[in-house]
């Protein structure tokens, strides 16, 4: 009898259910769609590279979902807030009928578990169409083709969204059971006679909290852009603040002050149910200022991360992109810079020291002469071609560029990027020569350089507008005892494989300013491998690296073309799918909630707008004060987060710039539509449902 009660009522509001179950089933599906990555066909045919990043990515997600978990249960039981105040009426006469609070608790846990089971079917359903999209996407992220679309379904992830939700519906049971085991039957019938409290009640207060609102977010903007994101300085604590305290100002004044301006233009303020509507919208705001505050900073959030995450992404995918050009890449250094002195010193590397000093710190022939040593290929049979690069000091530090030409790294570069005292530090600078072999080795045209002229090599993006702008200068400057005058053009290029550009400010020198009595510091080499000898070659560099016999070459970091692109894809799986999976729950989360209020507060505003009926507004009028209210509410949180965040955008390309230049890119403008259009959603079910409430028989 109880449960055909309860089945009965979910039918019978199926429109009050309409925002739950909705956000039940955009929860469940990107649960489980996220967390099934790992488990899919078209993941397992990926290379044994890629299974590592894609089980780093499964764990990371499994991570992140339990905090996402806890978003989801905080949203469940407030939503369903919603329809146990919407229902107040409807138990208070079940219990004046004479139904037992236990049985009115039973029908509600029933109900409960009708809508579990219905939006978990209906979600997982969704997920695992989702899911597919999901898993070919990262799967071609390793793979240059997928081929054909393999479905298949993850039982553990469909274990671990029915325990989660089964947790979240058995917190929604206890919660209910609370509420309905406190009411009186009194409050039950008197609910929705309960009117808006409107706490700021002078709109010349109002006007001027909004000016200061707008004065601490343009101020907490400055600090933020003057400053940076990466120093933990005062300044970027204070921005935090200003930003968080402008944003609770903003919404607890704004309603006060649209109204107070409105008021100023009668024929606005008194066209149709304008006035109704905009005192329905301060007493709705000024209840629910936190809230909103709370929502616009989360979508700023929610934004940031994911534009953020994928511009990282894409930087980083250019730069192994450009960082590609040869086979391999092996660095060997012999020293390091001492911050403290302000000097190189030499590392302690034993018997292979003595070795690569006995080859003359020539890394081809210390090379060659280790394959013996790791029982590996002849150098001949695994390598088509090498080149080296030595990296000595120039004598030329930063400041002295300044000194030169007036321009400091520190006006280019980011705040929060740069360590203390760099300026101090010297120069990299590399023979004419040997640059120019390496640009051979990658089909690039050698550079010409006069015997008083130098170049500087920049391939750092964090540090190219600073580069351009010395080059531009022409400075003249003495290098090891030669005066020099730099060319106008830098050399961009990136001669190495890495997934980082790092080369800063490195100057290209006519051969004769190079000391060949002083070792260089570290030395880099490029090789091109015969056909089919990648992989020998990547294990030889690798068991030279570990090797314990004295008769290998120190070799300090190897990078392939392989490692480059199977990290780099890694890194653009495990990023862009985090910032997407949190961002599309938190706007999840904003828009359900909001979706919510309105709906609570439409319920509760049902007498009044029957009372305006009842005084001759038509419906298309009360239907259009509605579609107003709701969808002010909905686009005020909305545009003061994108506000925020295409101020921390500006700060944010200074984080991006480590990586390679910004490029936000076609996927995050995707996402962001994605995002808008969920948004979008949930204020059109929320529109429908709330004018649903509204509709009133006329005589």
């Not at 978990?120 to 992220?141: F, H, K, R, T, Y």
């Not at 989360?298 to 590609?324: E, H, K, P, R």
Request: aromatic share 10%.
């Amino acid at each position: 009898m109880l449960a055909k009660l309860a089945a009965a009522n979910v039918r019978k509001s199926a429109r009050d259910f309409a925002v739950y179950f909705f956000t039940l089933v955009l929860g469940i599906a990107v649960f489980y769609a996220f967390n099934s990555i790992a488990d899919s066909q078209a993941v397992a045919r990926i290379g044994e590279d890629g299974r590592k990043m894609m089980e780093l990515l499964a764990f990371v997600i499994n991570a992140v979902s339990v905090f996402i978990v806890v978003i989801l249960a905080f949203l469940v039981v407030y939503a369903n807030r919603f329809l146990i105040r919407r229902r107040n009426k409807e138990f208070a006469l079940y219990l004046t009928l004479g139904m037992q609070k236990g049985d009115l608790l039973k029908v509600s846990a029933l109900e409960t578990l009708f809508i579990g089971i219905a939006s978990l079917a209906v979600g997982l359903a969704i997920g695992l169409a989702l899911s597919q999209v999901l898993c070919n996407v990262a799967a071609s992220m390793f793979d240059s083709e997928v081929e054909g679309v393999a479905f298949s379904v993850s039982v553990d992830a469909i274990v671990l969204t029915v325990v989660a939700f089964a947790a979240i519906f058995l917190v929604t049971v206890v919660f209910n059971t609370g509420h309905l085991f406190k009411s009186k039957l009194i409050d039950l019938l008197n609910a929705d006679r309960r009117n808006e409290s409107f706490k700021l009640r002078s709109l010349p207060l109002s006007f001027v909290l909004f000016i200061v609102a707008c004065v601490l977010i343009g101020v907490s903007y400055k600090l933020l852009m003057d400053n940076g994101l990466l120093e933990p300085s005062p300044e970027f604590m204070a921005a935090t603040v200003l930003v968080c305290v402008g944003t609770v100002l903003f919404f607890y004044s704004v309603s006060g002050f649209l109204l107070r301006v409105t008021q100023m233009i009668k024929p606005l303020y008194l066209r149709g149910l304008n006035m109704f509507f905009l005192r329905q919208l301060s007493a709705r705001a000024n209840s629910a200022f936190v809230s909103m505050s709370v929502i616009a900073l989360t979508l700023f959030l929610a934004m940031t991360s994911v534009c953020g995450g994928i511009g990282i992404v894409n930087a980083m995918n250019a730069s192994a992109a450009n960082g590609t050009k040869y086979d391999a890449s092996v660095v060997s250094t012999y020293a390091m810079w001492n911050y403290d002195t302000g000097e190189l010193e030499p590392m302690e590397l034993g018997e292979f020291g003595a070795f690569a000093e006995s080859h003359g710190y020539n890394m081809v022939e210390g090379l060659a002469a280790s394959t013996a040593a790791v029982d590996a290929p002849s150098w001949d049979d695994m390598v088509k071609g090498a080149a080296q690069v030595d990296f000595r000091l120039s004598g030329v530090s930063l400041g002295d560029l300044n000194d030169a030409t007036g321009k400091s790294i520190y006006d280019f570069v980011g705040s929060g990027m740069l360590s203390d005292g760099m300026d101090e530090q010297q120069l990299d600078c590399v023979s004419v020569s040997q640059f120019n072999t390496v640009r051979e080795l990658a089909n690039l045209e050698p550079i010409d350089l006069g015997e008083s002229e130098f170049a500087i090599w920049n391939d750092a993006a964090l540090t190219s507008d600073y580069a351009e702008a010395i080059a531009a200068a022409a400075p003249s400057l003495n290098i090891n005892g030669h005066d020099l005058t730099a060319l106008r053009d830098v050399q961009d290029v990136t001669l190495e494989t890495t997934g980082v550009t790092q080369r800063i400010c490195v100057l290209v020198v006519p051969d004769e300013c190079i000391d060949e009595s002083v070792m260089p510091w570290t030395s880099l080499l490029d090789v091109q491998c015969n056909d089919g000898q990648e992989e020998a070659f990547q294990s030889f560099l690798h068991a030279v690296q570990e090797s314990s016999n004295p008769d290998t070459y120190p070799v300090s970091l190897i990078q392939t073309v392989s490692e480059v692109e199977a990290q780099s894809s890694g890194f653009t799986a495990v990023v862009s799918y985090l910032a997407i999976y949190i961002g599309f729950v938190l706007v999840i989360a904003c828009a359900a909630i909001l979706a919510i209020q309105q709906l609570t507060d439409a319920a509760d505003s049902v007498r009044r707008y029957e009372l305006i009926a009842k005084l001759g507004a038509p419906q298309r009028m009360i239907d259009g004060a509605l579609f107003k209210l709701i969808g002010i509410y909905f686009l005020f949180p909305l545009l003061v987060g994108i506000a925020h965040t295409l101020c921390a955008m500006q700060v944010v390309i200074d984080v991006v710039q480590v990586f390679g230049y910004l490029d936000i890119g076609s996927m995050s403008v995707v996402t962001m539509v994605a995002f808008l259009v969920v948004y979008g959603a949930y204020f059109l079910v929320t529109y429908v449902t709330a004018r649903n409430m509204v509709k009133f028989k006329r005589a």
